[in-house]
């Protein structure tokens, strides 16, 4: 089994703890190579969708907002402060999982030098810090800086394959209701910001049949990946 295979293997097979908060990639990790963390592990997840989906085309052109240059190509290694400068970054249009990004701690391409990864469908948000060395990407659309504090007039419907949404920019806060999912192939998480740690996920579920979940204004973002539609229903 190749690497990118792995990696979006475990994508599909996501571990919900019982505090209903962490998915993590580190558990297979160095069997599969896939993902871990030192200090905040982080799902090799499955998720993500274009950035259209959540919300209103004009909060997403605000969200979109950024210093001009500061694009990150979808595929390569680069060194953060020289190749990529720290801050909130966004890919769209990612498809089938073929996305894969990662925050790294170094260059040795070891296990533990991985801080978050991802395997993305649709949209992903990603916060590169300052103390990070590397970012990785493959298969991705290219990264976009956004500014971190940009409003917008956010929507009331999602796709329930359609990633990461930024509450108040792509999504409003309130309860939502998705159905129709089939054998947990639904997941969705409430994380209070775009850093991908396990600290970061406030709740998450893997979801057969109904689901509804409350996001609050309060939190960063909102994702879903295998999910029906999801409507605001309060």
């Given at each position: ?52 989906q959540g919300g209103d085309k004009k909060a997403q052109d605000k969200a979109a907002d950024k210093p001009k240059g500061a694009t ?163």
């Open positions: 089994m190749s690497q990118q295979q792995q990696r979006n293997w475990f994508a599909r097979h996501k571990v919900l703890t019982a505090a209903g908060a962490v998915v993590a990639v580190i558990a297979i990790g160095a069997a599969m190579g896939g993902g871990g963390d030192t200090d905040t592990p982080t799902a090799g997840a499955k998720q993500e969708q274009p950035a259209k990150i190509d979808g595929d390569g290694d680069f060194e953060v402060g020289s190749d990529a400068k720290p801050g909130l970054y966004r890919s769209t249009g990612n498809k089938d999982a073929g996305c894969y990004w990662e925050r790294a701690k170094d260059a040795s391409s070891e296990t533990d030098s991985i801080l978050a990864n991802d395997n993305v469908t649709g949209t992903a948000y990603v916060e590169i810090k300052a103390t990070d060395k590397l970012f990785k990407s493959t298969g991705c659309g290219t990264w976009e800086a956004v500014d971190a504090k940009a409003k917008g007039t956010p929507g009331t419907t999602l796709k329930g394959d359609g990633g990461m949404f930024k509450v108040g920019v792509d999504i409003a806060p309130g309860t939502y209701k998705s159905t129709g999912n089939k054998d947990a192939e639904c997941y969705w998480e409430r994380a209070k910001d775009a850093s991908h740690g396990t600290d970061s996920i406030l709740a998450n579920d893997n979801v057969t049949g109904t689901a509804i979940v409350k996001v609050g204004a309060s939190d960063g973002y909102f994702k879903s990946s295998g999910c029906g539609d999801w409507a605001k229903t309060g």
